[in-house]
T-cell receptor, first 112, second 112 residues
Framework: ETGVTQTPRHLVMGMTNKKSLKCEQHLGHNAMYWYKQSAKKPLELMFVYSLEERVENNSVPSRFSPECPNSSHLFLHLHTLQPEDSALYLC???????????FGSGTQLSVL | DQQVKQNSPSLSVQEGRISILNCDYTNSMFDYFLWYKKYPAEGPTFLISISSIKDKNEDGRFTVFLNKSAKHLSLHIVPSQPGDSAVYFCAARLGGAQKLVFGQGTRLTINP
């Protein structure tokens, strides 16, 4: 149990579908993150929320839409994705200003 | 422009010997460096970190060395154990920013 829980673990969707990824942290942290890991590439930062406010949007296409309703929950809403968006999507959290991120197990997404 | 690089995609070490994983960076504004370990189907797990004002940090079998003049850091694992077989990611934090930049990872295999 890492303290950061992601659901679902696996997701297969068509290009016209709308789906959401969910992340919940039980660590009392105030910052939450979405990272993307494609095959043989470094983890790429997508979004950062600090005290429920988005502080970083790393040039992510608008077909990815994050939502942070409170400091414990983070969502990534997906719509009209492309096959090249297939990847492992990782959620993480951290205390404010702390260098250590704590990751969930990820959602393995396949877009057909 | 990749600011954190791990040039060895894989490394194989005999059990009981020392494993040395390397990482190079380009941005002198990084203030913390971290190592994460990742097993298949799990999220990365924090291992050890080092502040840019230090040159060594040790935690049990794990030691991280930082050479700022060379913009290079390394992770030493001694003695190596079969459970150390995983992908290891080097990461760096930009001073004042709430985000980590990751390398591509090195797959470490410990042979019996």
């Amino acid at each position: 149990e890492t303290g950061v829980t992601q659901t679902p673990r696996h997701l297969v969707m068509g290009m016209t579908n709308k789906k959401s990824l969910k992340c919940e942290q039980h660590l009392g942290h105030n910052a939450m993150y979405w990272y993307k890991q494609s095959a043989k590439k470094p983890l790429e930062l997508m979004f950062v929320y600090s005290l429920e406010e988005r502080v970083e949007n790393n040039s992510v296409p608008s077909r990815f839409s994050p939502e942070c309703p409170n400091s414990s929950h983070l969502f990534l809403h997906l719509h009209t994705l492309q096959p090249e968006d297939s990847a492992l999507y990782l959620c993480a959290s951290s205390p404010l200003l702390d260098e250590k991120l704590f990751f969930g197990s990820g959602t393995q997404l396949s877009v057909l | 422009d990749q600011q954190v690089k791990q040039n060895s995609p894989s490394l194989s070490v005999q059990e009981g010997r020392i494993s040395i994983l390397n990482c190079d960076y380009t941005n002198s504004m990084f203030d913390y460096f971290l190592w994460y370990k990742k097993y298949p189907a799990e999220g990365p797990t924090f291992l050890i970190s080092i502040s840019s004002i230090k040159d060594k940090n040790e935690d049990g079998r794990f030691t991280v060395f930082l050479n700022k003049s060379a913009k290079h850091l390394s992770l030493h694992i001694v003695p190596s154990q079969p459970g150390d077989s995983a992908v290891y990611f080097c990461a760096a934090r930009l001073g004042g920013a709430q985000k980590l930049v990751f390398g591509q990872g090195t797959r470490l295999t410990i042979n019996p």
